[in-house]
């Protein structure tokens, strides 16, 4: 008896770590905040605001940033 009631338990676990993987998977292919800088540039200017879009490089990676405001 206790035997079974383990194997439900492990059981149990397996499925609800493979749904919780899955799960992630599907939010992070339909949860994408990634914006070309031409998306980007519209996304911007239709709230009237002129952004800067700059890049650098860190660790192996180019990072890209957007600075909008004063440049003080």
Do not use: C
């Amino acid at each position: 008896m206790m035997a079974r009631i383990g194997r439900i338990i492990v059981r149990t676990i397996a499925a609800s770590i493979t749904f919780l993987v899955v799960l992630l998977l599907v939010f992070d292919r339909l949860v994408q905040f990634r914006m070309d800088d031409k998306e980007l540039l519209t996304w911007f200017h239709e709230r009237h605001v002129e952004p800067q879009i700059g890049r650098y490089q860190a660790m192996g990676r180019q990072i890209r940033y957007i600075t909008v405001g004063n440049k003080q």
